[in-house]
């Protein structure tokens, strides 16, 4: 039973830490007024790679 709560729990924070992102870049588009769009470019160069 004891090693049933130690999985769990190591799965737990396996998961919390992979849902971390450190480098949040938000695009905004307001009525054709783009904002940040390097954080776009740069998301886009990442998913290529």
């Known amino acids: 039973m004891g090693r049933f ?5 190591a799965l ?4 919390i830490a992979g849902c971390q992102s450190n480098n ?4 905004v ?3 054709n ?3 940040n769009i ?3 470019n740069t998301f ?3 998913v290529k790679n």
């Open 44 to 46: 886009v160069e990442k």
């Open 33 to 35: 007024d783009i904002q």
């Open 5 to 9: 709560f130690i999985i769990i729990t």
């Open 12 to 15: 737990l924070l396996f998961v």
């Open 24 to 27: 949040i870049e938000e695009v």
């Open 38 to 40: 390097e954080g776009l």
């Open 29 to 31: 588009n307001k009525h």
